[in-house]
């Protein structure tokens, strides 16, 4: 790396070398034996592995080339894609463990930068090498002057998930010749830049976007304190750090930190499995999370609070979310994985009344009101008890949000900062990994079979347009609703 690395590279090269090694993916060995019976009547044994915790996995990697199947599974609802030391998911029980430590313990005692030093280094710091690590993150947050002039490159109105995909993915412009992706230690440099960057990066979207100046971060702030002097810090008053604002906000930032395979880390994987460059993976994966689906849903749910408007719309609009003539949902309910209370909801269900009293906001965040009361409006209904669907990470956290005075078009831009040292982390296990392979799935084929080509001069208006033939609504996999 061509780089003079910073004062934590220097002073921790060798000690950490042995950290950073142990949290490269051990490959389990096989617990059982599953036999599969096909068509034709042949049976293939295959391995079953069991992790530290977790469902049974069957290792289907020699089904084609043993049998010439392939499985199908869209939306992989019954697919493990990778082997992970990092973050454990129970989702019956509603249990949520970064490296083993419960998430609930974690946001009581631990702090955000802690985190990201547990999942850079496995294991949790002492205070000396944690305040070093929380100085070298400090000073990396500084970002090149020269990308500072893209944000004025995006009309005003532009939605700040809009300008983080541009402006991360133009990081890679930036940091790209000087990094090796296949040497340990250039993986930790561009996990600790790219952390570093992301409240810098995210409080310039908001301030250019209202044309305010920008505000550099300076040391003698810890990580969060400098992403609310950068995002609300004004060149004509001293900046209070108010401790609770920052406690509720280092919280909400350990909440997002990772989560298993989810949309957005599962594309900064499979973009990065082509060897490209770690920075515009993490493009790809802001790109993923912005839907209303996943990151997006905070945003969203905010929206649609503000839609309901008042508790006498509640069962109007549980019944819109039940039916399935339209494409409504609750949003910030329902999970994958979840299928019991998300233990970051509770967590930020607590955050919210705190923040609400702090700010003393809750009379004019009606929408706080109204959540309480939809959701227990849900919980009582058979349609969301029978799905079990319950709120999820995005239900309380834009409330919270509003109460801190960040507007609702920067919801899910904070979760993509929160989420970096989950998604770089993933990056680095997988690039870790002994045996690199590009992640390429198949699918099963269900267009036109072989035909003959027709000269243009030759061809018939067809009498209606030829839709793709995709079966209308195929009940094995109920995917496709034309
Ligand atoms: C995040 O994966 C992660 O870990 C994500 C995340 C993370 O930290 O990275 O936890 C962050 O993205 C949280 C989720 C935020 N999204 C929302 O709140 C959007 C609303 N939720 C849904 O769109 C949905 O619940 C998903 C996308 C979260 C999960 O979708 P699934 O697992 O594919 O579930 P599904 O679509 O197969 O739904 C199963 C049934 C369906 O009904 P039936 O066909 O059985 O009759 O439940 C229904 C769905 O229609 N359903 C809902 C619903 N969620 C599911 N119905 C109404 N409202 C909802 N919110």
Redesign the pocket.
């Known amino acids: 790396m061509s780089q003079s690395p910073n004062k934590w590279h220097q002073e921790t090269i060798e000690s950490q070398k042995s950290k950073m090694e142990k949290t490269v993916p051990i490959s389990p060995l096989p617990s059982d034996i599953a036999t599969l019976t096909l068509p034709n009547g042949k049976t293939i044994q295959l391995p079953v592995y069991k992790g530290t915790k977790g469902p049974p996995m069957i290792d289907i990697t020699q089904l084609q080339s043993k049998t010439g199947y392939f499985t199908l599974d869209p939306?992989f609802s019954s697919t493990g894609a990778c082997i992970s030391t990092m973050t454990y998911i129970d989702g019956d029980k509603g249990e949520l463990l970064y490296r083993g430590y419960p998430i609930e313990t974690l946001a009581k005692y631990s702090s955000y930068i802690e985190v990201c030093y547990l999942f850079i280094y496995g294991h949790l710091p002492s205070q000396k090498e944690l305040s070093l690590f929380e100085e070298t993150m400090v000073s990396e947050m500084m970002i090149n002057e020269k990308l500072i002039e893209f944000y004025k490159g995006f009309a005003t109105d532009s939605h700040p998930m809009a300008i983080m995909v541009g402006v991360v993915g133009a990081l890679s412009a930036f940091m790209h010749k000087d990094f090796d992706v296949n040497d340990p230690r250039d993986r930790e440099q561009i996990a600790i830049k790219l952390v570093a960057k992301m409240p810098t990066l995210a409080a310039y979207a908001y301030r250019t976007a209202l044309g305010l100046p920008i505000i550099y971060p300076n040391k003698k702030y810890s990580f969060i304190e400098n992403f609310l002097y950068m995002m609300f810090s004004t060149p004509m008053n001293d900046f209070n750090v108010d401790k609770v604002i920052v406690k509720a906000l280092d919280t909400i930032f350990m909440l997002?930190a990772d989560?298993?395979q989810?949309?957005?880390t599962s594309t900064v994987r499979i973009a990065g499995s082509s060897l490209a460059n770690p920075f515009a993976c993490i493009a790809a994966g802001i790109t993923a999370l912005w839907g209303?689906?996943?990151?997006g849903?905070n945003e969203a749910v905010l929206n649609m609070l503000k839609e309901i408007g008042n508790k006498e719309n509640i069962p109007k609009y549980l019944q819109k979310?039940?039916s399935?003539d339209n494409c409504f949902?609750?949003?910030?309910?329902?999970?994958?994985?979840y299928k019991n209370y998300d233990p970051r909801a509770k967590v930020m269900q607590e955050m919210c009344y705190s923040v609400l009293e702090k700010t003393q906001r809750a009379n004019d965040i009606l929408e706080s009101q109204l959540a309480i009361l939809l959701e227990q409006a849900a919980l009582k209904d058979d349609y969301f008890i029978q799905?079990k669907?319950y709120p999820?990470?995005?239900f309380y956290t834009g409330i919270v949000y509003e109460a801190l005075s960040i507007p609702t078009s920067m919801f899910t831009v904070m979760f993509a900062v929160q989420r970096s040292i989950g998604w770089i982390c993933q990056w680095m296990e997988m690039m870790s990994e002994k045996v690199q392979r590009i992640s390429r799935p198949r699918q099963l084929y269900v267009g036109e079979d072989q035909r003959e080509y027709i000269p243009i001069q030759d061809r018939k208006e067809e009498e209606k347009s030829r839709v793709c033939k995709l079966p209308m609504h195929s009940s094995l996999f109920?995917l496709v609703k034309v």
Do not use: I, Q, T
């Open positions: 939306g997002h989560h298993e989810n949309a957005s209303p689906y996943h990151g849903a979310a039940k399935k949902r609750l949003m910030g309910f329902g999970h994958r994985v799905r669907l999820n990470v995005d109920g």
